[in-house]
T-cell receptor, first 112, second 112 residues
Framework: GQQVMQIPQYQHVQEGEDFTTYCNSS?????IQWYKQRPGGHPVFLIQ?????EVKKQKRLTFQFGEAKKNSSLHITATQTTDVGTYFC????????????FGGGTRLMVKP | DADVTQTPRNRITKTGKRIMLECSQT?????MYWYRQDPGLGLRLIYY???????NKGEISDGYSVSRQAQAKFSLSLESAIPNQTALYFC???????????FGEGSRLTVL
């Protein structure tokens, strides 16, 4: 089936350091969504990117969609302990009907 | 009160038992989904439904069945539970093809 690879699987940073997670697909994507799941919680929608080359910001979070619509990244500037959790990308593939496929997630741990 | 409610939140059962996980929503959304979460594998789609008469298989439907009893209710059944179905199960709702998903709190199932 359709797959989306997300790296890294884990990232441990010192508070104040930056963090980036990447999502890659071998096929062209219709759009990409990003979710955050706090420890013990449920995934919560952060943002959706639709256009080629799109960049969106939410405070310290910057989301990018690749020019070829096959990859995306989430960058957090100056991490805080409140950023702890697992970040997932989720994609609709052009040829995969209505299924939303999630990446494996990147678990972010922040040391105070 | 949560907009997407799952019951039970935790369940321990034995191999071969029939289990039903229930999901109800007050958001008025037509689309409902069941996902399974395993460590490192992200969320995998089991079944989804776009209205009461519509049921679709996801990535990993074998061993599961669903019932869409009403617009607001979508239940997941394991007819004969097996240990590798031990996981965290999430129900989600959505509005449009490419819109965000709203997740319930999750149901943790352990099959001994």
């Amino acid at each position: 089936g359709q797959q989306v690879m997300q790296i890294p699987q884990y990232q441990h940073v010192q508070e104040g350091e930056d963090f980036t997670t990447y999502c890659n697909s071998s096929t062209t994507l219709s759009n990409i969504q990003w979710y955050k799941q706090r420890p013990g919680g449920h995934p919560v929608f952060l943002i959706q990117l639709v256009k080629s080359g799109e960049v969106k910001k939410q405070k310290r979070l910057t989301f990018q969609f690749g020019e070829a619509k096959k990859n995306s990244s989430l960058h957090i500037t100056a991490t805080q302990t409140t950023d702890v959790g697992t970040y997932f990308c989720a994609v609709h593939h052009n040829n995969a009907g209505n299924m939303l496929t999630f990446g494996g997630g990147t678990r972010l741990m922040v040391k105070p | 009160d949560a907009d997407v409610t799952q019951t039970p939140r935790n369940r321990i059962t034995k191999t071969g038992k029939r289990i039903m996980l229930e999901c109800s929503q007050t958001k008025g959304h037509d689309r409902m989904y069941w996902y399974r979460q395993d460590p490192g594998l992200g969320l995998r789609l089991i079944y989804y439904s776009f209205d009461v008469k519509d049921i679709n298989k996801g990535e990993i439907s074998d061993g599961y069945s669903v019932s869409r009893q009403a617009q607001a209710k979508f239940s997941l059944s394991l007819e004969s539970a097996i240990p590798n179905q031990t996981a965290l199960y999430f129900c989600a709702t959505g509005v449009t093809f490419s819109g965000e998903l709203f997740f319930g709190e999750g149901s943790r199932l352990t099959v001994l």
